[in-house]
């Protein structure tokens, strides 16, 4: 199998690397690249910390479903193959951020009924959803959080992009708040390229964010969600 032009490492339930998912794609369409969706789990990044003094309330419920789904998306590719795993992301993603809450049908993500019908939209056997108690993928899905890792030291969030694999350059983001327009897209692009494949360059880094402007958080295009302070990627309450 050729290399992709990028490789995108995700977590489903996070909303920035929905955003950056999004903009990736609209870059893709512009340039003809091809991506290789991979996984990073939130929940096995942070195995070993006490969710309830270091995370806001719903952390852990929400990184279990990440985890959840990934064992899904990891049977998907072992049996429908990796061009069967950007669709599933898009209805995963699409069902979770991009619909209020009160206007999603099915059960909150990571659930079996909202399962069953992301795999009926892309068009997967039901029985997929099967692999979301199936623990026997973790040890998968924990490779691939450590490759994604490997890649940029573990200080990082979602999502990681590796720019021109094999050889190329990884980092932790782009992370954006707001989608650009078409026009913008490739154009915003080109400068994070410019960035990433400068050997001498480590890190550009910000942790106050805007609140993503995305229906799942109430913010409608055009708004500008509320600024609030991310640490290390995520709203962790200590390091």
């Known amino acids: 199998m050729e290399p992709a032009d990028v ?9 920035f690397a929905w955003m950056t998912s999004t903009w990736l794609r609209m ?31 719903g952390y852990e419920e929400g990184h279990t479903a990440g985890l959840r789904m990934l064992r899904v998306a990891a049977r998907v590719r072992a049996e429908h193959g990796r061009e069967a795993v950007g669709p599933l992301y898009r209805a995963i993603g ?31 056997p039901a029985g997929l959803a099967d692999a979301l108690d199936d623990t026997g993928l973790d040890a998968e899905l924990q490779r691939e959080t450590d490759e994604a890792l490997a890649l940029t030291g573990r200080d990082v969030g979602t999502p990681i992009i590796h720019f021109q694999p094999p050889h190329g350059t990884a980092f932790f983001g782009p992370v954006i708040s707001r989608l650009p327009g078409e026009e ?6 080109d400068h ?26 109430g913010v409608q295009p055009g708004e500008v969600g509320v600024e ?9 309450l200590k390091k």
Not at 228 to 236: K, V
């Open 192 to 217: 994070v390229v410019g960035l990433a494949t400068f050997g001498g360059f480590a890190e550009l880094k910000r942790s106050l964010r805007e609140q993503p402007q995305l229906a799942s958080f």
């Open 27 to 57: 870059v893709s369409a512009q340039r003809d690249y091809s991506v290789d969706w991979r996984f990073i789990s939130l929940r096995l990044v942070n195995a070993s910390v006490d969710y309830d003094t270091h995370f806001p309330p």
């Open 94 to 124: 699409t069902r979770t951020f991009d619909t209020a809450p009160g206007e999603r049908s099915g059960g909150a993500p990571g659930s079996r009924a909202f399962m069953d019908e992301v795999l009926a939209e892309v068009g997967l």
């Open 184 to 189: 913008d897209a490739a154009r915003l692009w």
């Open 7 to 15: 490789n995108f490492y995700f977590d489903p339930v996070c909303p």
């Open 228 to 236: 609030e302070d991310w640490h290390g990627g995520s709203r962790r």
